[in-house]
């Protein structure tokens, strides 16, 4: 009986899968094994190798975003890609308990390292979202046909080089000149905005407020064709050859004024719902990933011998697979906790917060010991621990940082 099966068994035991989520999540999953994979396979040659599957510019090489608007279009068609888009927009309507069941089982299965089964379901902050049904009538109707359906994408344009952590010093501003919005300003770690079609971009429109941060921050719809926006460079993360983020630059960009998305001035509200989400796909990325690792931990395990026995039964390997163990059934009832109480309405901030915070720091946990039970081999780009490793570790930094959220969690607690 394969570990994978077994970790499932014991984890499934202790809190059951919601049967909505359970029905989704093997629909899924045949969808990806039945298209997804054989692509994959098919063009290994040019996935499995960074310098093939990313151009000289360090952005996804033209083969890659084939594959990837490939995917997404058949996930589109198939009724995965938009099911949490909400139905009046033509989605599926479903909230954060399948949201997070969903890349939870995405990432236990098919691991990290991988780019093709992730693009069946639409991405928080760059694919279809809640943040669609804030824009007016007319950047709907220009922007959502092909949106919709995954041909084409966009962006979350909310970090600067001097606005992190602290995104309400924001500079990027937006005058109103006529019947159009004058965008000025440059973001830095957006991702997908190499290959984005779309950004959505948030700016100053009321310095005063901004001052007082009570709003002055306004978001707009922003097409990458657009004269005066640039990507000035991607990022590239330690041992990578190319990536996923970039800085881009708005110089005098011009858009109508149905390009507002949402109220004038009340942006940042805006931003915040769209990172909520982020925070429980993160849960589910982190929780998923895990549990992927320590299936792979467990195996080697028990097929590595040393000292005329399998490795398993020294407590030394044996018991960081236990803490690892309790800590992904840990955060994986935390998990399922939050979206519940997501799904019933509640806003449930501090829950998300410290689910995001337990769940990416347990998940570079889980990863350090798997990569220590795997020896040598777990240094390996074969084994794909590394990518694991390094997914954990963004994710302690991207959609709020651990000490941002601890610091909204420690004002909840000392306000009793
Ligand atoms: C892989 C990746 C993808 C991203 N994608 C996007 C995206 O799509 N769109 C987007 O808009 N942004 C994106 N970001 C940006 C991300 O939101 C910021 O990196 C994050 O908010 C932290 O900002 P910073 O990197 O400028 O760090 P800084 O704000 O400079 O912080 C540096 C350090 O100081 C700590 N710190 C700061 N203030 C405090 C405080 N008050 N108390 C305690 N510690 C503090 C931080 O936690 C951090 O450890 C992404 C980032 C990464 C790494």
């Known amino acids: 009986m394969p570990n994978s099966y077994l970790i499932q068994l014991f984890l499934e035991f202790c809190v059951p899968m919601d049967p909505d989520a359970r029905a989704i999540v093997d629909g899924l999953t045949d969808f990806v094994d039945s298209v997804v994979v054989p692509l994959e396979d098919a063009h ?42 909400t139905e009046e927009l033509g989605g599926g309507g479903l909230g954060p308990v399948v949201l997070y069941e969903v890349w939870r089982a995405l990432h236990a299965t098919y691991g990290p390292g991988r780019i093709l089964p992730y693009a069946t379901v639409a991405h928080w902050s760059y694919a279809p979202s809640s943040l669609c049904t804030h824009l007016t009538p007319t950047a709907a109707a220009r922007m959502l046909p092909e949106f919709l359906v995954g041909t084409t994408t966009s962006c979350f344009g909310m970090s600067e080089p001097d606005a992190g952590s602290d ?8 005058r109103r000149d006529g019947d159009e919005w004058v965008v000025t300003g440059t973001k830095q770690w957006i991702t997908n905005s190499p290959e984005a079609d779309w950004v959505l971009v948030w ?67 805006l ?59 840990a955060a994986d009832a935390m998990s399922r906790e939050t979206a519940r109480r997501l799904q019933a309405g509640e806003t449930a901030h501090h829950e ?60 909840r607690v000392l306000r009793r």
């Open 271 to 329: 931003a915040m719902e769209g990172v909520s989400t982020g925070r429980v796909y993160n849960a589910g990325r982190c929780v998923g990933l895990a549990q992927w690792a320590l299936d792979r931990a467990a195996g080697y395990a028990t097929e590595r011998t040393a000292f005329g026995t399998p490795i398993a039964e020294y407590q030394g390997v044996s018991f960081p697979l236990a803490d690892s163990a309790t800590e992904i059934y």
């Open 44 to 85: 290994a040659d040019v996935l499995a190798d960074p310098r093939r599957a990313h151009g000289p510019d360090g952005a996804y090489s033209p083969e890659t975003r084939a594959l990837l608007q490939t995917v997404r279009e058949a996930a589109a068609e198939a009724g995965y890609y938009c099911m949490f888009l």
């Open 167 to 174: 995104a309400w010093a924001m500079r990027t501003a937006a």
């Open 352 to 411: 998300v917060a410290m689910t995001k915070v337990f769940t990416t720091e347990m998940c570079s946990r889980v990863y350090e010991r798997a990569m220590q039970v795997h020896g040598g081999m777990g240094l390996t780009t074969e084994m794909r621990l590394y990518d694991g490793w390094h997914q954990a570790r963004l994710a302690r930094i991207a959609d709020g940082s651990a000490e941002i959220l601890r610091r909204n969690i420690a004002r």
């Open 203 to 269: 700016a100053v429109t009321d310095p005063e407020l901004q001052r007082t941060r009570s709003g002055g921050i306004s978001c707009f719809l922003v097409p990458t064709t657009a004269p005066g926006f640039a990507v000035d460079s991607v990022i590239t993360l330690f041992g990578q050859v190319g990536g996923h983020e970039g800085i881009i630059s708005f110089t005098d960009v011009r858009v109508p004024a149905d390009a507002l998305v949402g109220e004038l001035h009340q942006g940042f509200r």
